[in-house]
DNA sequence: AGTGTATCCTGCAGGC
DNA sequence: TGCCTGCAGGATACAC
């Protein structure tokens, strides 16, 4: 999916297109991306205003008129994307899932190829507890890496599932925690709790670094990723490690080595992280 | 409790 | 051309 850096530069453009626009009606296309009933979506959402859109980890979330939002995770293949008008012909969305039409004639779609994608309509308090019960935010300077290298002493699972985690850490994904762990010098497998005081520090950084970049360059687009305008990201060009098995190390010239762990690709460097 | 695996779904690239 | 396999940015139910 979108990680961080994609969510956050959908929730940029899509705040021009929908702050301040009424829901006049919700058609749901793929029923099976509600995590709800149906009824319980169209009547939490219709003849509310979106007051603003902001992200939380991987989510964009819509907060509306009454203090409830509708949250949406893109999972692997989802997009947001606002249309002026109804969509027609070749710009209609080929997987459009759900389609909002708000009162001034605009349109937000969203389409998901492979339907890993959620969306759900919720009051403000029972997203505030999904939300506590995600990880501290990697860019938010209120995080510490004292406080990271006690969370991630307590688990001896591969540091890269650890990032991977959402509940230890929001936002992200297995690109950036590559790249991540790239800069840093740890090894994917590694377990969690013998990353020291030092390197949790060094991972911290690498994570901002990374993160903030790829924000900067509208995230990273491999395949299916677009941003609020339809556009790709130019992160992709910057990959140290992810997607790169069998290229030099940009630092030491080793090839880059994947191994498949937790059902996911995992990319290093063998003589630079360990 | 904590961890790894299988699964949801579709499309695409590469091998033969 | 076409069929087959493997792979994909995520999250979670389940078995150990």
Partial sequence: MPELPEAETIVRGLRRAVVGRTI????VIRPDVLRQPLATFRRNVKGRRITSV????????????????VAVNLGMTGRLLPF???????????HAAVIVRFQDGSVLVFDDVRRF??????????????????????????????????SL????????????????????GNIYAAEALYLAGIHPQRPANRVTRAEARGLLRSLRTVLR??????????????????????????????????????RCGTSIRRVVFSNRSAFYCPSCQS
């Fill in 24 to 27: 006049a009606s919700a058609r």
């Fill in 54 to 69: 902001e992200r939380r980890g991987k989510n964009v979330v819509h907060v509306l008129d009454d203090g409830s939002v």
């Fill in 84 to 94: 002026p008008g109804p969509p027609k012909g070749s710009r209609r969305p080929r």
């Fill in 117 to 150: 994608g959620t969306v759900e309509a919720l009051p403000g308090d029972v997203w505030a507890r999904r939300s506590d019960g995600m990880g501290p935010e990697p860019l938010d300077p209120s995080l510490r890496s004292p406080r990271l290298h006690a």
């Fill in 153 to 172: 002493a307590t688990s001896r699972t591969p540091v890269r599932s650890w990032l991977l985690d959402q509940r230890r850490i929001a936002g992200v």
């Fill in 213 to 250: 970049a790829a924000i900067d360059h509208g995230g990273t687009t491999i395949r299916d990723y677009r941003d609020a305008e339809g556009g790709s990201g130019a992160y992709a060009r910057k990959l140290y490690v992810y997607g790169c098995e069998g290229e030099p190390c940009r």
